[in-house]
Structures are given as structure tokens and as C-alpha cells.
RNA sequence: GGCCGAUUCGUCUAACGGUUAGGACGACAGAUUCUCAAUCUGUAAAUAGGAGUUCGAUUCUCCUAUCGGCUGCCA
């Protein structure tokens, strides 16, 4: 079991879009079976007809791509044990459900969702839960209190039915968990779950996982610790097939909370909390819009590296990873045992890292099409020399736009606050002397004419920032962003000298103050 | 309610039973600068509480508290 080849698998229900908890789980099993040279599975869990939305399993797959984390075998790659979609293997659970049944493992139950609804209710009325156990099974109608003809009869005549596993009574289940390690229940505190049902003729999640585990040989389970809870299920299950000698090892991985308020986190949280729960942005079949990191201007390899130390540490104080150094570095045993909240703020640092690391040349493009929603066009070149003026203070994609749009356009107002500042009749005067200084120029280059205007500027004592904040107001219309020569450059000599000029048309000679 | 799990700065986290309990984000302060950022330096900030075990406990055990998950013919 020990040197069997390392298969994972990230295993979706397509009842929505992926969030970010999900895509965690997904990267983990990535990274395991990278590491290991094994294999991903991606396999869509869709057994639950009710909740099945249309376009989830397609969002799925993108967000995935988006990530990075590619499949080996799974849906869209097909593999040796196509098809990977639950649905379309339904005629296999049965089979399995009824082996249970024969083997005394499992039994048919016919009660109807009334009997159960009431069943609950009167249970909670006395101050307790229901369950469905080996105190009430006898009770109610079961294989187990009916006849073998009786049975057979309502099945024929179509009465509904589902498959119970029979939970022993009374027996300590021992489990090991690779990242919580040894773990003891009761069975007796268990009830008897659901396995398959006839209404749709589709299996539960237990069973159908279990079944799939198993025959896709699944070696490791690394998923939410939301499913703890039905670990010793599993074990049984495991079990009660014989399989025990191949069965996955586990690993429960802890849950991603809520930003803000209680709970974990889920998919009904969309991007209420001010920021996205979701790698893409969704729209779901009624409608309903949710924001997404790719959408809100993250790169992926930023993303991904966020989510990694999101409950995984590497035990030294690094903290940029690319996903290759993930998954060198990546080992179940640094997985931290308790919920994760995370944190707005450090996303958009880690985002700025990476997108400072990025050449100019590689965001060229991105600026360009941003550039061109507003109706300027540009060369890559152009394109990528204003990055180079701004990027230090980009912290998303989209705030290239913002950052370099009066690097191409020339302001049509002035804020009122720098106005207010600078714009002042000794200013103005000294203004015009630094326009007749670039006029003299034949091209405007920062690098000459810095020492010339520094000299200027000491010589005769003139206060520098007055000067240059005077003219950044004439240029951009703003008090901030790069240095002011170097966008004088970037924008040529003629073009300064009319902003100049324009600016000194619409504010006038300024105030005397 | 029952069962299971978890608990270190505000947040993410590190620390063979022996450290001035470390780092990062954020906050604050300073440096730099023509502005805004970026960058650099610094400051504040934590072992949930109580019993044990031990020469010594963040680390092991128990109790309590709190948080979380599960308790569906959902996954």
C-alpha cells in the first residue's frame, strides 16, 4: 500500500461556482501529486439531480485552468477510468449498493420523506435529534422487519426505496489521519446513511465516492474537514467491501472561515464581504452576479500563492512561491490543523509583488486593452514605457488605467485642492521661466534637463517642490504619481509645452496669496 | 442537544519540553522624495482560563471556556 503510485483527486459538486476554499482543496491535491509524480483527478460529483446548476461544471474547469492546476485524467482529459462525471456512471452504484445488501452490510428502507419529516419534528420537540439508527431501524419499514416477499413486492410495484448502510451498534471505529493523526468513534453515535436512492437511481455522495475511490485507485483523500464527521462511514464502507487493504489514506484539511462574521466560508457569500470569494466571476442561470479575482484584476500566480500559505506553511520564513516551488515544497505535514480566516489585505500585498516582478512587456498588452476601452490606441512600446513610470504603484491589473491614462491624455480639469496649493501668482511666474528653460531644449530629456533645474533652482534659492507640484498640476491635473520630469519625457516636448500653456489659459495668472 | 475537531500578536503563521515567543500583512512613527506610491528603518501587538506531569510547559495530560464542523433520500 505504502509504494502505491500517488493518485488524488479534487472531486466538485457542480451546484455553483468553485470558491476559493474549493480551489484551495483542489491546489493541495495538485501539489501532493505533483510532488509525487502521480496523478490529478479531476472528477464531477453531480449525484444530487436537486441542486445540479447549469454551467457550474464548465466554470469549474476554467478556474481550474485559470489556476494553473491541470489535470491528468478527469472530464475533460477522459483516462482509464472514463467517464468522470458521476452521472454517467450510475449503473455501476447499484451494484455495488446491492452487494452491501446481500452481505448483511446494508438494507432497503421504504419510508417516505413524510415519515422521516415527522419523525425529526417529534424528536426535536422532545429536545433531540433524530436519528436514523439501529435503535429505530427495526421499527420502521426496513428490510430488516419485513418480509423477503414483502420486499420484493413494493419494489416491483414501484414503491420508493432507498439503500441504509446498517451502522454496527456499538463498536469503537480507529481511523488515522495524515494531518490530525489518530482519531476514535463510536459507532454508536452514527446513524445509518443514506446510499443509494431510487427515486433518481442515483447513489449518495458516501457511496459513490467510496465506489469511485476504489476503482479509480485513488491512494490519498485530501479534502474539507467537513467531512471528518463522515470518516468512520467511510472506513466502514471500506470495510463492508473488502477493500480495505487498498483504501485511501486521508487527509482533512482545515476549513476556510468566513472573512468577516461566523461560519465557513461558502458559496452564498458571493462578494458581499468586499471582495471576492470566487477565483472567476460567476453568473448563475438566474441571474445573480459574483465578482472574481481574475475579474478584480489578480494574477493567477499571485492568487495561487495566497491560497497555498492559506493553512500551509513552509517552515521558513519564505513566502513567494511559483507553483514549482510549491510543489517541491509542499508537504501535508505543515498543513495546520485549525480554520483559516483570510485576509483581504495580504492578497492585495501578495498581488503587488508579483505584478512589480512582471516586465514592462509582459503588462504592455493588458494596458493596451485597457487603454482602448476609452478610446486611445497605442504602441507596445509606448505601452510598456509607461508601466515602466507606474507600476511600482499598481496593486491590481486595473489600476494600470488610472495610473497612466494622463500619460496619453491630456487632463480636462485640475483638482481643486492642488489648484488651491499651487496655484499661486509667485508660482505661476516661476512656471514660465521652467517652460522657456524646456523650450530651449531641443528634446525634452529628464536626465539633461534635471541637473539644469536643480542648478537653477539652488542657485537663485526657489522652493523645488513649489516648482515641481506647480507643474505637475499643469501636466497631469494631479499632486501625485511618478516623477514629473520623467513624464515630461514621456510625453515629448511640444505636448508639455501646450499642457502648460493650457493650463495656464484655464487657471489664469493665480492668486496672490 | 449529541458526536468530532480546533485554540500563539487584529489577521496568516513559526518555535526537538529549555528562545529576549520569530516572521509576514495591517497599524503607527521615521528616512527618502517634486507629489502619491514603492522602498528602507523602527515601534506597539499573542501563547483562552484553571489544574496537573516535569528541574523547567506555547509544546504532554485533564477540566472549563470559546470557536468551528457534522447531525439531509446535499456535497
Not at 442561470?285 to 481574475?294: D, H, L, S, T, V
Not at 536643480?454 to 497631469?476: C, D, F, S, Y
Request: glycine letters at 8%.
Amino acid at each position: 500500500m505504502s509504494n502505491r503510485r500517488v493518485r488524488v483527486r479534487f472531486a466538485p459538486s457542480p451546484t455553483g461556482p468553485l470558491h476559493i476554499g474549493g480551489v484551495r482543496t483542489a491546489l493541495y491535491n495538485y501539489l501532493f501529486a505533483r510532488q509525487h509524480g502521480g496523478d490529478f483527478i479531476v472528477r464531477i460529483e453531480d449525484t444530487d439531480s436537486q441542486r445540479f446548476v447549469p454551467g457550474a461544471e464548465q466554470y469549474i474547469f476554467e478556474a481550474l485552468k485559470w489556476c494553473g492546476i491541470n489535470a491528468n485524467e478527469g472530464v475533460e482529459q477522459g483516462g482509464p477510468h472514463a467517464p468522470y462525471r458521476q452521472s454517467e456512471r450510475r449503473d455501476i452504484y447499484l451494484r455495488y449498493a446491492l452487494q452491501l445488501v446481500e452481505n448483511g452490510n446494508a438494507y432497503y428502507a421504504f419510508d417516505s420523506a413524510q415519515t422521516l419529516d415527522t419523525l425529526r419534528r417529534e424528536a426535536e420537540a422532545n429536545g433531540s435529534a433524530f436519528a436514523y439508527n439501529y435503535q429505530v431501524r427495526n421499527k420502521l419499514e426496513t428490510s430488516l422487519r419485513l418480509s423477503a416477499d414483502e420486499v420484493q413486492q413494493r419494489i416491483k410495484r414501484g414503491d420508493n426505496w432507498v439503500i441504509r448502510f446498517k451502522m454496527p451498534e456499538n463498536e469503537d471505529v480507529e481511523m488515522d489521519d495524515l494531518i490530525r493523526g489518530h482519531i476514535t468513534t463510536n459507532t454508536a453515535s452514527l446513524d445509518d446513511k443514506v446510499l443509494y436512492k431510487s427515486a433518481d437511481s442515483l447513489p449518495t455522495y458516501h457511496l459513490a465516492n467510496i465506489v469511485d475511490d476504489h476503482l479509480m485507485e485513488i491512494s490519498h483523500v485530501i479534502r474539507g474537514e467537513e467531512w471528518l464527521p463522515s470518516l468512520p462511514l467511510h472506513y466502514l464502507l471500506y470495510r463492508a467491501f473488502g477493500w480495505t487493504n487498498t483504501q485511501p489514506q486521508f487527509a482533512h484539511l482545515p476549513l476556510l472561515l468566513k472573512p468577516q462574521g461566523q461560519g465557513k466560508l461558502s458559496k452564498r457569500d458571493g462578494d458581499k464581504m468586499g471582495f471576492p470569494v470566487f477565483p472567476l466571476h460567476w453568473k448563475s442561470p438566474e441571474g445573480e452576479e459574483a465578482r472574481g479575482y481574475r475579474e478584480d484584476g489578480y494574477l493567477p500566480e499571485a492568487f495561487i500563492n495566497m491560497l497555498a500559505l492559506l493553512g500551509w506553511n513552509p517552515g521558513t520564513e519564505q513566502e513567494l512561491f511559483s507553483m514549482d516551488q510549491l510543489i517541491a515544497a509542499f508537504t501535508l505535514d505543515r498543513v495546520g490543523k485549525s480554520g483559516a480566516r483570510f485576509n483581504p489585505d495580504k492578497a492585495r500585498w501578495f498581488n503587488a509583488q508579483y505584478l512589480h516582478r512582471c516586465t514592462n512587456e509582459q503588462l504592455a498588452p493588458e494596458l493596451m486593452a485597457m487603454l482602448a476601452s476609452i478610446g486611445v490606441s497605442t504602441t507596445p512600446d509606448r505601452a510598456a514605457k509607461a508601466i515602466g513610470l507606474i507600476k511600482e504603484r499598481a496593486t491590481l491589473l486595473p489600476d494600470l488605467l488610472p495610473l497612466t491614462e494622463r500619460l496619453f491624455v491630456a487632463p480636462s480639469a485640475y483638482d481643486q485642492k492642488s489648484t488651491d496649493k499651487f496655484w499661486k501668482a509667485d508660482n505661476v511666474r516661476l512656471l514660465n521661466e521652467l517652460k522657456a528653460k524646456f523650450d530651449a531644449e531641443t528634446q525634452l530629456i529628464a536626465a539633461n534637463i534635471e541637473p539644469k533645474i536643480h542648478e537653477w533652482v539652488k542657485g537663485n534659492q526657489l522652493p523645488m517642490g513649489q516648482i515641481m507640484n506647480t507643474l505637475r498640476l499643469a501636466i497631469i491635473g494631479v499632486s501625485q504619481g511618478p516623477s514629473i520630469l520623467d513624464i515630461c519625457e514621456f510625453i515629448g516636448k511640444a505636448e508639455t509645452l501646450k499642457r502648460i500653456e493650457a493650463a495656464l489659459a484655464t487657471l489664469g495668472e493665480g492668486r496672490t496669496a
